[in-house]
């Protein structure tokens, strides 16, 4: 398995496409701290400006941005790496070399968790240092410290990267399980796209009715990854993201950890598809 491992990341290495996807991201955080800072901030005087740009306030809205730019982005990788094996006509050369389908497919996933970790972490490290940058020019200490002794420890920073990572994989798995029924990258894609512009239709829909109607929203993946993702405050200050969706008083919003539950079903659900369809098809030449 670890054999097999290296050789979907060497092949993975060697493509321009991931990359490439990392790209957008980095200009999106980019322009969000600087905007924010130089724009809203020093032009304007609106403290949402400060708080998305200077750390430690910085760090929801970074990892807001990241997981809403990088669950798109990852997705279309994770189409790529399994539906351009079908096109090139490579699964069954990979299978009949001794490979179960269990242990091929299992490869590809690891493969992509391991590409989307380290992209992850990657592109919220040049995040943080627009953030570092914005702080030293502000002339404010470096520090999680904020000023009436109220910031995260280190703990509550990885909880709140871990938040934002764990809220990519429902999203990275859905392209994932369709490009592995379909045997389509364009599928893959097209179809994490449409469910991400329909489902934010849907909401903005149910929160619009209200009532009861608006309770249908916990059964979606997007309501319960904003859940996930607003418990990632840093001294109670609502945070500011160039995220386009929307983002419900904390009230309209499931328990975090009900959300969590939730995302963590959609995967389940997803996998069982994915290892179910590939397990039983006539995979041909």
């Known amino acids: 398995m670890g054999r097999m491992l290296a050789a979907?990341?060497?092949?993975?290495?060697?493509?321009?496409?991931?990359?490439?996807?990392?790209?957008?991201?980095?200009?999106?955080?980019?322009?969000q701290t600087f905007f924010g800072y130089f724009a809203i901030w020093r032009h304007d005087r609106d403290i949402e400006g400060l708080h998305?740009?200077?750390l430690p306030w910085s760090l929801p809205s970074l990892l807001d941005l990241t997981q809403f730019l990088g669950a798109i982005l990852l997705a279309i990788l994770a189409s790529s790496l399994v539906g351009t094996e079908h096109?090139?006509?490579?699964?069954?050369?990979?299978?009949?070399?001794?490979?179960?389908?269990?242990?091929?497919?299992t490869t590809k996933l690891l493969s992509i968790c391991v590409l989307a970790a380290i992209g992850f972490l990657l592109v919220l490290g040049l995040g943080i240092l627009f953030s570092v940058i914005v702080t030293a020019v502000e002339d404010r200490p470096i520090t999680l410290d904020l000023p009436n002794g109220d910031g995260p420890s280190l703990g509550d920073v990885a909880l709140m990267v871990?938040?934002?990572?764990?809220?990519?994989?429902?999203?990275?798995?859905?392209?994932?399980?369709l490009s592995v029924v379909a045997r389509s990258t364009t599928l893959g894609v097209a179809g994490v796209l449409v469910y991400v512009i329909?489902?934010?239709?849907?909401?903005?829909?149910?929160?619009?009715?209200?009532g009861a109607t608006a309770?249908?929203?916990?059964?979606?993946?997007?309501?319960?990854?904003?859940?996930?993702?607003?418990?990632?405050?840093?001294?109670?200050?609502?945070?500011?993201?160039?995220?386009?969706?929307?983002n419900p008083p904390a009230s309209e919003l499931p328990d975090p950890a009900i959300a969590a539950l939730v995302l963590g079903l959609y995967c389940v659900a997803f996998l069982a598809i994915a290892f179910w369809v590939f397990r039983r098809r006539d995979i041909g030449a």
């Not at 871990?162 to 399980?177: G, K, N």
């Not at 329909?198 to 209200?210: F, K, R, Y």
């Open 198 to 210: 329909a489902e934010g239709i849907v909401l903005g829909v149910l929160g619009g009715v209200g």
């Open 215 to 246: 309770d249908a929203r916990a059964y979606f993946i997007g309501h319960n990854v904003v859940a996930l993702l607003v418990a990632n405050q840093v001294g109670h200050v609502d945070y500011f993201s160039l995220a386009t969706r929307d």
């Open 87 to 105: 096109g090139w006509g490579t699964v069954r050369q990979a299978l009949i070399r001794g490979q179960t389908r269990v242990q091929y497919l």
């Open 8 to 31: 979907e990341l060497l092949k993975v290495r060697t493509r321009w496409m991931p990359y490439v996807l990392l790209l957008p991201v980095v200009a999106a955080l980019a322009f």
């Open 52 to 54: 998305v740009a200077v």
């Open 162 to 177: 871990l938040r934002a990572a764990y809220a990519m994989l429902p999203y990275v798995l859905l392209a994932f399980t």
